[in-house]
């Protein structure tokens, strides 16, 4: 689930996603919250960020 929110930076994540609207320039976080999602990972890359949201789409 998508949280659509500016909100503070949150402590300890950083992130390289430039083009998430919620991305800041020093590669953190604004979202008010985030959600890491993909029940079965097993691997890094299986993971992904269901907050994450592209710049001037939503
Ligand atoms: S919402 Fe997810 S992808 Fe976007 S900046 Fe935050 S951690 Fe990165």
Redesign the pocket.
């Known amino acids: 689930m ?2 659509k929110k500016h909100g503070e930076l ?1 402590p300890g ?1 950083g ?3 430039v083009s ?5 320039v020093d590669c ?4 008010a919250r ?1 959600s ?1 999602q993909s029940e079965k990972a097993a691997t890094k890359g299986e993971t992904y ?5 592209p710049r001037g789409t939503c």
């Open positions: 998508a949280d949150l994540v992130c390289d996603v998430c609207k919620f991305n800041t953190r976080c604004s979202a985030i890491v960020c269901s907050t994450f949201c």
